[in-house]
């Protein structure tokens, strides 16, 4: 039996995907610029911010407040997702996942 296979690895969370995709809404919601937001696109977005974040990783069992507190405390933090995840919007925008 493979090591993996002892242990339930899927209780950890990353819980950078919940900020980054959160914040990805708000922005493409206030986004003035004409911008594609199909499937391909929007997916290519959070995974190309949550490459610039650092992985926020929890066990779940230990539930999201945890990482709430967390965020909120580190300011620092909420500013990376943001700033990546504009980064990774005009990224998009000027080249778009598909033609
Ligand atoms: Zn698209």
Request: one cysteine or more.
């Amino acid at each position: 039996m493979a090591f993996s296979d002892n242990y339930d690895f899927e209780l950890l969370k990353n819980e950078a995907e919940k900020l980054v995709v959160d914040e990805l809404g708000k922005q493409l919601e206030s986004c003035p610029e004409e911008i594609c937001t199909c499937n391909e696109c929007v997916v290519d977005m959070a995974a190309m911010a949550l490459n610039a974040v650092k992985p926020l990783y929890r066990f779940s069992l230990l539930g999201t407040l945890y990482a709430a507190q967390a965020v909120n405390e580190q300011t620092d933090y909420a500013d990376s997702i943001r700033d990546a995840v504009s980064n990774a919007i005009e990224k998009v925008r000027k080249n778009p996942s598909h033609d």
